[in-house]
Structures are given as structure tokens and as C-alpha cells.
């Protein structure tokens, strides 16, 4: 289980990333903990690296500057790097990667990107739909496994999320590595021991 803690408005915001408040969670967090929002340099991965975070998640700026994936894999390893992937579906079997907490359109094809992420050295990618994201309707299983079929590296499904159901299906159908679920935590519909017990049920190994 990783807890992550992405800042969405920091591209978008200008408000870089947020070192004292990921020492705070560190401190009392023990599970691992992934952080991102506003990296824009290997030098503010390593900051959050230092301040406790186990990886960073890079997004806008690996758009703008895929190179930014190595630079960070090469300072700090693989394991470290996140990509993140945010994708709106623009066509049938075609998506559009988008920016800015999902606000700017790039014109970028969201597979051939992460494809590229993953051979920069991205240890692992979290694909979000921003067309599923908060509707819990549950993961654009599409999206997900066409990624997840063309990479080597971890891939984790993320938005949509509305019953535990899909969270299984995030790796049943979608071939994802993880599943990534929010809101029916935060609002408390199911607690993680359930979400556990849902995935050990399909068969799914799960890590505590």
C-alpha cells in the first residue's frame, strides 16, 4: 500500500513543490509515500526525496520536457520516478494528454507519451482518466491496458473509482500493476482492510 499526495494546482499555481509539508507527513507516515505537484527539476525530486517522500510524480514539466524522467532516474535511480499521465479520450482507442490538473490539452497522444516516459526511465507510470476522474464510473479500462500491454514497467490505474468492484477490475481488465483510489475512502463508503479483502477474494495478491 502508497499513500500519494499529489499537489494538482501547483503547475497550474506556480506555487512549487511543498518540502515542509511532505517532512510533516513523513514523520508521521508509515507507509511509503509518493509526492508530486510543481517538480519541475531533478533538484526539487531529490528536495522531496530528502524531506521523506519514497518517490515523486512528475507530470507538466515531463510533457514540456520528457528528459526531466532521466535526469531524475539518473541522479536518484528509477525507483524513485513516477509519471505521471493525465488523459482525456479524443477518439475511439485514442487519447489526448493533458496538463494543469487535466486543464490544458497538449495535442500529445497520451499512449505514444507514456510509452516514451517509461523508456526514459520512469519506474512506474499512474495513468489517470481525466474523462472518468471523480464520476465513479469506475477506470477507463481501455486506456489503462492499452499502456499496460506495451510497457515493462508498473503501471497504476487511476480515476474513477466508485465501488470496490473496480478496483479489481483496474487489474483484471485493465492489466494494471496497482490500483489508485480516493474518494471512496475520503467519504468513508469503504474503509482499506475492505479493499484488501476485495482484492484477495479475485485472487489478486495484496501488499499491506
Known sequence: MTLERVNIGASHEGRGTMVEIVRRTAEVCFMPLTVGGGVRSADDARALLLAGADKVAVNSAAVSRPELVAEIAERMGSQCVVASVDARRVAQGKWEVFTHGGRRATGIDAVAHALKLAQFGAGELLVTSM??????????????????????????????????????????????????????????????????????????????
Open 131 to 208: 474523462d472518468r476522474d471523480g464520476t465513479r464510473d469506475g477506470y477507463d479500462l481501455e486506456l489503462i491496458r492499452t499502456i499496460a500491454d506495451q510497457v515493462t514497467v508498473p503501471v497504476v490505474a487511476s480515476g474513477g473509482v466508485g465501488t470496490l468492484q473496480h478496483l479489481v477490475d483496474g487489474i483484471t481488465q485493465g492489466h494494471a500493476s496497482a490500483v489508485l483510489a480516493a474518494s471512496i475512502f475520503h467519504f468513508g463508503q469503504s474503509t482499506i482492510a475492505e479493499a484488501h479483502a476485495a482484492l484477495a477474494a479475485a485472487g489478486i495478491p495484496v501488499r499491506a
